[in-house]
Each structure stands twice: as C-alpha cells, then as structure tokens.
C-alpha cells in the first residue's frame, strides 16, 4: 500500500490542465482514466498496474497509465510535478512580473527582410516600451520569400546600425543578430565570419517542417551544436491560427495553409541538447505561432533549457507582443532567471559570445 492516491492523482492533473487552459481532449484523457479505475476494486487496480494491463481498459492510454504506476509506487508523477510548479501562484502576476523583467527582445525583423519598417522605426517603438535593447534577426539569404540578406546586405545593414545606435537615445541600443535559417543538414545559412561578428544568433527551421523525425532531430541537433547558435526560434514550426491582418511574412501567401502541424522531432534529445551547449529555447510570442507548445515548454524547462521570451515583430506595434509569450511562461512555470532576456545588453551579448 502507499500513501498517494491514483485517481486523485489523476483528477489533480486534470484540474491543472484546465486551469492552464490546456486543450479540452487532452484534460478528458485524465477525467475519462479516473472515471474508468474508480469504478475497479482497490485490488484490482494494483494487480492490472502491476501486470501492465490497465491499458486494455476503455478510457486508460499510455500516459495515464504511467501516471498511475508512479503513483502506486509512492511517487508523485512527473507529469503532476510538471504542473504543480505553478500551484498557488497567481498567474496573471506571475506574467507582468515576467513582462517586467524583461529587459529587451531577441528576435525581431525589419524591411530589409520581410518585416513592415525601418531600423530606425523598430528602435523608436523599442525605446518607448522601455527596452533597453532590441537585437535585430532579419533573415539569411535562402529565405528568398522573406528577402533574406545575403551576405554582403548583412555586412551593410552593420554598418547601418552602427549608425543608428549613434542617434539613439543613450541607454538603449540595437544588437546585431540573425534568424538564420537552419538547413536540411543542420548547417546554417550565413558566413561563418560574420556569425561570428553578430551579437546574437537566433535559429529557426523555415523549410522541410515535415521531414521524418530521425532526421529532423538530427538536422535540429547539429544546429544546437553548432558553437554559434545562441537561441533556438520557434522550434515546432506550428501554425495554430492565421496571421493577424496586415501583417506580411514568410506564410502569408494565399495558397499555404492557415495552420500547420507541429514537426516531429525528438523533443527530449533536442532539449538536452540545448541545455548542453547552452542554447535558450524560444518562446515565440506570435498570436499565431504560440511556439512552443505549452507541453514542450515544460518538458524544456525540466530538461534545465534557458529561455528567450520574443516576439518575432514584423511590425513596430508587434513588439508588445511579448505579454502573450510571458503569459505563456508563466503558465509553466519558467523562472525570470532562466530567461535570457531579463539580463542587461552586457551579459546578453557575454552569454552569446561565450
Ligand atoms: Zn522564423
Ligand atoms: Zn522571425
């Protein structure tokens, strides 16, 4: 006998589901499990546990049956340790104490690639949310759609903002980056040498979301290796909702899909990985993106990952968007001192070269 509880067990999971507004299928598999082994002798429940078959009962699927061994061995499941970390807090504080904290954005685009404004402009709309700082990721050359620089446009577009800094208020400036695309090898699309000269290097998969997991791991685990690459961008590539009005990208064209499914990959391997080489793991805060998941987010966050909280503005008024990332994060429970973002210019760009 143990002191814990399955069912109960069970019941709590869903209840945490539910407040973290989790989808209503996922909430159900916990509710119908519990439903289906109240209804079974103590006895019964013990021996089917211990013999491997609750899973032949209706309503009982792999997840809620390792749920329940945990439990009758006298553990708390990891799943309900998982969503237990933001037991009891108050999570609309927990998200503006987050948004507070955060001192800058990592992924952000301008008209040189395929965002709406100027430089200048971005900056402008930076400096009045407070930032001190705004690191500027327009795209690498093989995301033609997107006008990604090549590297001569990046090598000018440094001296540009190099320029700029020079006007911009004292205390605030922008940080040269990238959202280089991550190639079908795990390569990435832009000059070593000037990888190497950027302030920081966001990562993203834009092309082959659908390749098989194992290579898809692989191409996403040489990226991670890659001594340049300091955060990983949207790393499922979903699309969970159109694009808002107005706003151009890569995606935007008539014919592709309104939603696309997450890419399949090895989530555990890709974020050792990237608590390995100490690459931060990108809550994209796009309405329509939410990437990622809030499930991946808390399987990061165990894996010991670091965050970046962005917004992938291709627009100024889209670099507020950052409350809807850290409502995210807060909902999983991510501490403002795993995010990157929450620390000054000096230590952001020290992190990245280090
Ligand atoms: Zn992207
Ligand atoms: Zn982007």
Redesign the pocket.
């Known amino acids: 006998m143990t002191d814990r509880d399955p069912i109960a067990d069970l019941r709590r999971i869903a209840f945490l589901l539910e407040r973290a507004n989790e989808a209503t299928y996922r909430v159900r598999a916990f509710r119908s499990a519990a439903a289906a082994l109240a209804a079974l002798p103590a006895a019964e429940l013990a021996e089917r546990a211990r013999s491997g078959r609750l899973t032949e009962l209706a309503g009982v699927g792999d997840v809620t049956a390792r749920c329940v061994a945990e439990s009758l061995a006298g553990e708390e499941p990891v799943y309900l340790r998982r969503l237990v970390a933001t037991e009891g807090t108050d999570l609309d504080a927990a998200a503006t104490a987050l948004r507070e904290a955060l001192r800058g954005d990592c992924?952000?685009?301008s008209d040189w690639s395929d965002g709406g404004s100027p430089i200048e402009e971005m900056a402008l709309a930076a400096v009045e949310l407070g930032h001190e700082y705004v690191v500027l990721?327009d795209?690498s050359p093989r995301l033609k759609v997107a006008r990604g620089l090549t590297a001569d446009r990046l090598r000018r577009q440094l001296d540009h903002v190099a320029a700029v800094n020079e006007a911009l208020p004292e205390g605030f400036r922008i940080l040269t980056g990238i959202?280089v695309d991550i190639l079908a090898d795990g390569s990435l699309d832009q000059e070593e040498e000037l990888l190497a000269r950027l302030d920081v290097v966001?990562g993203?998969v834009h092309s082959g979301l659908n390749d098989e997991r194992a290579r898809m791991t692989r191409r996403m685990l040489a990226a991670i290796a890659n001594p340049h690459l300091d955060i990983l961008?949207?790393c499922t590539g979903r699309m969970v909702s159109s694009r808002p009005a107005g706003v151009r990208?890569p995606g935007d064209r008539a014919h592709r899909p309104r939603t696309r499914a997450e890419s399949d990959f090895d989530a555990d391997a890709v974020f050792a990985a990237c608590a390995e080489h100490d690459v931060a793991v990108e809550i994209n805060s796009r309405p329509e993106r939410q990437d990622p998941p809030k499930r991946l987010i808390r399987r990061a966050l165990e894996a010991g990952c670091r965050f970046a909280i962005d917004t992938?503005a291709?627009a100024p008024g889209q670099l507020d968007w950052q409350r809807f990332g850290c409502e995210r994060a807060a909902l999983c429970g991510v501490p403002a001192d795993r995010v990157v973002n929450t620390w000054p210019a000096e230590r952001l760009v020290a992190w990245a070269r280090g």
Do not use: L, N
């Open positions: 992924h952000t685009h990721t795209h959202e966001v993203s961008g949207h990208g992938d291709h």
